[in-house]
């Protein structure tokens, strides 16, 4: 069977991203079906510069502001002068790895010269709250839609017009699998009943599928502790993470991101190196979903640092997914005292056999049924 999917697979720098297309992929060939990414361009626009003119006296009372975004915009600049210097071969990788639609399509052409598949999967990652296209509005009648493990990572509020939207939209799906179980009830309370909590796709493959994507483990090289940290705000002192690993007689590698700006030396690995630094860390040090998947996936031991401010609610998933395995007191912003606890994977691989199996084969039988 062809199948589209419809995600997000268009980053530089987000790991995560890109490997939960490829697992979905990967996971679909594995069963006979012939995927492909559909290449997308959505119609999120930039907010126009400009606007009303501001009196000397408001701008003297946001001074501070205004100050503080001066800076943060340098730093930014600064960093993107720094990523340019830096191929991760993201292309060269999905190039490899993720077959993908010839066509790039935007909003009118996907409406009115969709791409042809038997059947068409939106998912993973956060892409429900904006773009109806993610909502599969696009697919010809009569054919099958699919969601697996999307989030509603857009929206924070659900206005009773965007309800009935999102109603109507997901009517004729044949099955809605979240990621999430805020997911689930969301959908639940719009009429979907049927919803059900699924994986993320990175967790339908096997620690030994990601492995044939690798060189073998080498033994040589001082050990590390791994620093992956997203853009959102946390509690974590770098400094904190260099004193603990020199105590321990550990190096430190540190991964560039959006939003990590501080001068402390960093690397920008390519997507198969990532899952190596991963896979051979004594210790991962993250706030990203992914960064904690892919460390358990490996049997590495990880501390997940938890987001702070606006972007709690951004937790969410971390929290669902180590509730589902007990490992919740791995999310601490203690790093010295929880970085000297052992760690017992046995819950994780219990939850990858069991639930993995499930979320495969209601997927498959999503797929199979006329």
């Given at each position: 069977?062809?199948?589209?999917?419809?995600?997000?697979?268009?980053?530089?720098?987000?790991?995560?991203?890109?490997?939960?297309?490829?697992?979905?992929?990967?996971?679909?060939?594995?069963?006979?079906?012939?995927?492909?990414?559909?290449?997308?361009?959505?119609?999120?626009?930039?907010?126009?510069?400009?606007?009303?003119?501001?009196?000397?006296?408001?701008?003297?009372?946001?001074?501070?502001?205004?100050?503080?975004?001066?800076?943060?915009?340098?730093?930014?600049?600064?960093?993107?002068?720094?990523?340019?210097?830096?191929?991760?071969?993201?292309?060269?990788?999905?190039?490899?790895?993720?077959?993908?639609?010839?066509?790039?399509?935007?909003?009118?052409?996907?409406?009115?010269?969709?791409?042809?598949?038997?059947?068409?999967?939106?998912?993973?990652?956060?892409?429900?709250?904006?773009?109806?296209?993610y909502y599969l509005d696009f697919v010809p009648k009569g054919k099958k839609k699919i969601a697996y493990a999307p989030s509603f990572?857009?929206?924070?509020?659900?206005?009773?017009?965007?309800?009935?939207?999102?109603?109507?939209?997901?009517?004729?799906?044949?099955?809605?699998?979240?990621?999430?179980?805020?997911?689930?009830?969301?959908?639940?309370?719009?009429?979907?009943?049927?919803?059900?909590?699924?994986?993320?796709?990175?967790?339908?493959?096997?620690?030994?599928?990601?492995?044939?994507?690798?060189?073998?483990?080498?033994?040589?090289?001082?050990?590390?502790?791994?620093?992956?940290?997203?853009?959102?705000?946390?509690n974590i002192n770098v400094k904190d993470v260099y004193k603990m690993a020199e105590q321990r007689g550990f190096e430190v590698k540190?991964?560039?991101?959006?939003?990590?700006?501080?001068?402390?030396?960093?690397?920008?690995?390519?997507?198969?190196?990532?899952?190596?630094?991963?896979?051979?860390?004594?210790?991962?040090?993250?706030?990203?979903?992914?960064?904690?998947?892919?460390?358990?996936?490996?049997?590495?031991?990880?501390?997940?640092?938890?987001?702070?401010?606006?972007?709690?609610?951004?937790?969410?998933?971390?929290?669902?997914?180590?509730?589902?395995?007990?490992?919740?007191?791995?999310?601490?912003?203690?790093?010295?005292?929880?970085?000297?606890?052992?760690?017992?994977?046995?819950?994780?691989?219990?939850?990858?056999?069991?639930?993995?199996?499930?979320?495969?084969?209601?997927?498959?039988?999503?797929?199979?049924?006329?």
């Amino acid at each position: 069977m062809r199948i589209g999917i419809l995600t997000f697979c268009n980053s530089r720098d987000n790991y995560g991203q890109v490997l939960q297309c490829f697992a979905l992929q990967e996971f679909l060939r594995k069963a006979g079906h012939e995927p492909f990414l559909i290449r997308y361009r959505d119609n999120r626009t930039s907010r126009a510069a400009g606007g009303e003119r501001k009196s000397v006296l408001r701008y003297l009372k946001h001074f501070g502001t205004y100050y503080h975004l001066f800076q943060q915009r340098r730093k930014e600049a600064a960093y993107y002068r720094e990523e340019a210097k830096h191929d991760r071969n993201f292309r060269s990788f999905i190039e490899e790895h993720i077959a993908a639609s010839p066509v790039i399509y935007d909003r009118w052409t996907i409406t009115e010269q969709p791409p042809e598949a038997d059947a068409y999967i939106c998912g993973s990652d956060q892409i429900w709250g904006g773009d109806a296209a993610y909502y599969l509005d696009f697919v010809p009648k009569g054919k099958k839609k699919i969601a697996y493990a999307p989030s509603f990572g857009g929206v924070s509020n659900f206005t009773p017009t965007y309800r009935e939207e999102v109603r109507t939209c997901l009517e004729d799906f044949a099955f809605i699998g979240m990621r999430e179980e805020s997911g689930v009830q969301t959908c639940r309370d719009i009429g979907r009943s049927d919803a059900i909590k699924v994986c993320d796709p990175t967790l339908l493959l096997s620690k030994e599928d990601y492995y044939r994507l690798l060189p073998p483990k080498s033994n040589s090289g001082k050990p590390y502790v791994l620093l992956y940290l997203l853009g959102a705000p946390t509690n974590i002192n770098v400094k904190d993470v260099y004193k603990m690993a020199e105590q321990r007689g550990f190096e430190v590698k540190y991964i560039a991101s959006q939003g990590q700006y501080d001068s402390f030396p960093k690397i920008y690995p390519s997507i198969t190196d990532w899952l190596r630094l991963i896979r051979d860390a004594e210790l991962v040090i993250t706030n990203s979903f992914h960064g904690t998947v892919f460390s358990l996936i490996n049997t590495t031991p990880f501390i997940t640092v938890p987001l702070i401010h606006s972007y709690k609610r951004m937790n969410t998933r971390i929290t669902d997914f180590l509730t589902d395995i007990g490992l919740t007191n791995r999310i601490s912003e203690k790093i010295v005292a929880l970085s000297q606890e052992e760690m017992n994977f046995t819950t994780f691989h219990t939850y990858q056999q069991k639930f993995g199996t499930f979320c495969k084969e209601r997927l498959l039988k999503a797929l199979d049924n006329n």
